[in-house]
Each structure stands twice: as structure tokens, then as C-alpha cells.
């Protein structure tokens, strides 16, 4: 068979020719439960910078980082994605203990798989966020998951250090603070970032929006909010937004808290 056949379904080589629609095919219903069930140890991630990040490299550096190279098979499945393969629950859980990710001094998304279609997944990204100017007399719960759930999903709250845990999604505009409405219609700015473990070490220079820092992980947990502050601050754009100049797409919200 010819090879004009096989594509776009003619033989003709009229490069004039205009393209015509997408083609759409279905896949007939089957069971897949346990195609499903395989993947229950599995998890999904995306360089969100994947011009930048290497994923090849990233597959085999996560592994050795979270110490586990012989209990954690990686693969890359293009456009920037890639899954690790556990074989136990109880490593996912540590894995976890060490979010958020960055590679390459880029932000990486990495969550449970779960059967999702949708080309934005996964970009799902946890940190904690810190709240400054709050007033002593609205330091409660009710006012931080407020200001939480304005921005994202609410994980969790610490209600002595006033960080509060989040999930954003790595493709949606950053905020950097907010103007706070209370019951009483007093309002206050406040001002959002991100909360750092480990300390921080910077070398060499920033040239074209490029970051060029490390980390130097003392503690507990890596110091791994680092690239998403530095490409904020350092770079025009972010994922796709601008974040300086007149067409800036960083916004703030407006919430009234009770």
C-alpha cells in the first residue's frame, strides 16, 4: 500500500491542499480494573519548566536523592511527564514527607496517580505558605483557612507559626499578597510567601531570567521552595506569566472572613 494511503487517507501530494479536521477515534469500552489496580504504587509528575529540566536526568537523580534507587523504577512519558514505580506503599508515604519538589531549579509536579484525562495533568504543587500582617486580634484558624482557600485547597494549618498548607496548581498565577476584609469591614494588606527548611546557599549570576542557585540541605527537610522564589522574583515569566511590567498577571484577592 501506498504511503500517501496510510496517511490522511489519499494519495494525492497536493501540498496546496488545506488541512482538514482532526481525527477522532474511539476506543470501545473494555474492562480495565485491573490495569487500574497496577498503578495503585505509582506515581505521576511534570517538569513545569520542561525546556529546562531533563528528564532523564531528573529519573535517575530523584531516586538516588530520596535514597531508594533499588525500590524505585522511573520512566519518561513525554511532554514533560515521567512516573516512578514503587514497591511499597510505605516508601510513597516517606517521599511525600520531602514535598515540594524542584529539579533543575524549576518547580516539579509530582501526586498519586489516579486514571485522569487531561493534558494539564498532574500540576498539582504542596508547600506551605506563610501570612504576614495579620492583626493579633484575627490570629485564628478561621481566618487562615480563609485566606487558604482563596488561594487553593487548604491541607493543613499551623495555627502557632501561621503557615498554612496548600495545593496549587503549578499552571495558575502566583500571589504575592492580598487585602483581608473582616465582619467588620476593617481591611488590611497581607502579604504571602513561602516558608523555607534548610538554609540557603546562592552562587554565580543571573543572566536572561535565567536562576543559577543551590541548595544546602542542613535539616530535615531540603530548602526546596528556593526555585519557586527565585523564578518569581528573577524571571520576567513564570509558567507562562508575566510577572513584571505593565501586563503583569499576578493578581491579589478580596475575601471577607468571619
Known amino acids: ?36 489496580r497496577g498503578y495503585s504504587c505509582t506515581l505521576i509528575g511534570r517538569c513545569m519548566n520542561p525546556a529546562a529540566q531533563d528528564v532523564q536526568a531528573l529519573l535517575q537523580h530523584m531516586p538516588r536523592f530520596w535514597k531508594m534507587e533499588e525500590r524505585v523504577a522511573g520512566a519518561e512519558l513525554g511532554l ?4 516512578f514505580d514503587f514497591d511499597n506503599e510505605e516508601d510513597i508515604i516517606e517521599v511525600f514527607k520531602l514535598e515540594p519538589f524542584y529539579f533543575d531549579y524549576w518547580m516539579v509536579s ?14 498539582a504543587i504542596k508547600f506551605w505558605v506563610r501570612m504576614m500582617g495579620i492583626p493579633l486580634h484575627f490570629w485564628a484558624e478561621p481566618t487562615f483557612r480563609s485566606i487558604g482557600e482563596a488561594l487553593s485547597e487548604v491541607l493543613e494549618v499551623d495555627i502557632d507559626g501561621g503557615p498554612v498548607k496548600v495545593c496549587l496548581d503549578g499552571y495558575k498565577p502566583l500571589i504575592f499578597d492580598t487585602t483581608v476584609e473582616f465582619h467588620s469591614g476593617e481591611e488590611t494588606l497581607v502579604t504571602l510567601s513561602v516558608r523555607c527548611y534548610g538554609e540557603l546557599e546562592k552562587s554565580g549570576t543571573i543572566k536572561g531570567g535565567e536562576t543559577r542557585s543551590r541548595m544546602v540541605d542542613h535539616g530535615i527537610r531540603s530548602s526546596l521552595f528556593l526555585s519557586l522564589i527565585l523564578q518569581v522574583h528573577r524571571s520576567e515569566v513564570v509558567n507562562g506569566y508575566r510577572t513584571r511590567g505593565p501586563d503583569c498577571t499576578l493578581q491579589t484577592i478580596r475575601l471577607r472572613s468571619s
Open 1 to 36: 500500500m501506498a504511503q500517501g494511503s496510510l496517511v490522511g487517507g489519499g494519495g494525492s501530494n497536493n501540498c496546496d491542499k488545506k488541512p482538514g479536521a482532526r481525527l477522532k477515534i474511539t476506543v470501545p469500552r473494555f474492562d480495565n480494573t485491573a490495569l487500574i
Open 80 to 83: 514533560g511527564r515521567f512516573q
Open 110 to 123: 509530582l501526586v498519586r496517580w489516579e486514571p485522569v484525562v487531561d493534558p494539564t495533568y498532574p500540576s
